[in-house]
C-alpha cells in the first residue's frame, strides 16, 4: 500500500484526511479516554503511520511529547511543513512502522495507528506488533482504527479484531467501537470501520 499512498499524497488525493476532520468528535473522545487515566504532561506518543501530521500535531497540542512514523516522505515533509507554520513541537520520522527497534523513538506510553496496520501483510503486522511491544512502557495503550476484512481494490486489506490479537501477543484488547464514518465516502462507509484499544499485559 505504500506505493499507493506515495502516489496519493503527491497528487494531493486524501479522502482519509477529509474524513478525519468529519470525525473529530469522536476521536477527541478517544483522546480524551486516554489522557483521563493520566496526568499531564502525559509521556511520549508514537503515530503509526502518521501522513502529513494532523493527529500527531493534535496529540502535541493536548500535551504529548509526539513521534510520528511514515514511510511516505512526501507525507513526512508536508507534515513538517505544517508543524513549522503552527508552531508546534513533533518529531516527524521517515522510516518503517514494521521495524521499530531501529528508529529511535524510546520508551512510548502511547501509540495511535488511524489506518495504517490494515494494510499491511501478515508477517508485517507480526514485525509491527514485535517492533510497538519493544519500544512500549509498561501498560502502554494502542488506538488502531482498522476497516473490516474484504477484497476491495484500491483499498488496504483491512483487519478485524483477530488480526489485531493475533499481531500483538501480550497485549489485552480492552474495548472495540465502531468508527464515525459520516465523512467518509461511500466506499470507504462500506468498509464498517472499527476503533480498537489495547492495553499492554
Known sequence: ?????????RLGITPWERAGREAAGQFTALLSREEAERIP?????????????????????RGWVVTGIDAVGAAVHQARA??????????????DVTALR???VGEIGFFLDVGCFHGLTDSQRAAMGDGVT???????TLLLLAFRPGRRPLLPRGAGRGDVET???????ADE???????????LRRTVPCWYRLRRA
Open 1 to 9: 500500500m505504500s506505493t499507493g499512498y506515495a502516489i496519493a499524497y
Open 41 to 61: 504532561p502525559y509521556g511520549r506518543a508514537l503515530d503509526l503511520g502518521c501522513g502529513t501530521g494532523a493527529h500527531s500535531l493534535e496529540l502535541a497540542q
Open 82 to 95: 505544517r508543524a513549522a507554520e503552527q508552531e508546534v513541537d513533533v518529531r516527524f520520522l521517515e522510516g
Open 102 to 104: 531501529r528508529a529511535d
Open 134 to 140: 519493544a519500544v512500549a512502557a509498561p501498560g502502554a
Open 167 to 173: 499481531a500483538f501477543p501480550g497485549w489485552i484488547l
Open 177 to 187: 467501537v465502531l468508527a464515525d464514518v459520516s465523512g467518509m465516502p461511500g466506499p
